[in-house]
């Protein structure tokens, strides 16, 4: 157990619609970090942020939007979904800005 | 168990046997590494991390060589195990203190 906490577990939907995935980092990280991982693209970076502030995007589309609230969970908005948007979506934690990242057990993303 | 990917390169070995898994990276100003396993249906798992300063790191059964001139990463384990069996990714940050960027990954089996 990585300590890091992802809801839900599985999530299907349909093409159009908005979900919210949710992380709970690991006690005391201060950085969540957000992966999409599909069949064919590996893991992409998305989005970082550290102690409620962004500091680095990845290849995260405009549709998808993030957070990280006072408390330090973070979550993950994807709107208008499309079906290329049904992958697995980690998010990760680490004490500081880089360095080792724990990982969560991901979300599973279906759309229809 | 879940797929992580069609093509990913795969490694199959004999249990007992050393295994090496290696890693092209392609950004010189990369100056730190790590490699993650991920065993299906779970989110990656650190098991190593290396620092440019640095050519070899050794862990409990695994070493990770890394070789700037050419930019190769390689993980090697000793007496490979069926609880080996996973998909191994290396990671790096690209010259950012933020964004860590994951390879494809290698799938290994491991036959007992």
């Known amino acids: 157990d990585s300590g890091v906490t992802q809801t839900p577990k599985h999530l299907i939907t349909a093409t159009g619609q908005r979900v919210t995935l949710r992380c709970s980092p690991r006690?005391?990280?201060?950085?969540v970090y957000w992966y999409q991982q599909s069949l064919d693209q590996g893991l992409q970076f998305l989005i970082q942020?550290?102690?409620?502030?962004?500091?680095a995007k990845g290849n995260i589309l405009e549709r998808f939007s993030a957070q990280q609230f006072p408390d330090l969970h973070s979550e993950l908005n994807l709107s208008s979904l499309e079906l290329g948007d049904s992958a697995l979506y980690f998010c990760?934690?680490?004490?500081?800005?880089?360095?080792?990242?724990?990982f969560g057990e991901g979300s599973r993303l279906t759309v229809l | 168990g879940e797929s992580v990917g069609l093509h990913l390169p795969t490694l199959s070995v004999q249990e007992g046997d050393n295994s090496i898994i290696n890693c092209a990276y392609s950004?010189?100003?990369?100056?730190?590494f790590i490699w993650y396993k991920q065993e299906s249906g779970k989110g990656p798992q650190f098991i190593i991390d290396?620092?440019?300063?640095?050519d070899k790191r050794q862990g409990q059964r695994v070493t990770v060589l890394l070789n700037k001139t050419v930019k190769h990463l390689s993980l090697q384990i000793a007496a490979t195990q069926p609880g080996d069996s996973a998909v191994y990714f290396c990671?790096?940050?690209?010259?950012?203190?933020?964004?860590?960027?994951f390879g494809k990954g290698t799938l290994l089996t491991v036959n007992p």
């Open positions: 990760a934690s680490s004490v500081f800005q880089t360095g080792e990242l724990f």
């Open positions: 006690s005391g990280d201060l950085s």
């Open positions: 942020y550290y102690n409620g502030e962004e500091r």
């Open positions: 950004n010189s100003a990369s100056d730190y």
């Open positions: 290396i620092r440019s300063n640095m």
């Open positions: 990671a790096e940050t690209g010259g950012s203190n933020y964004k860590l960027t």
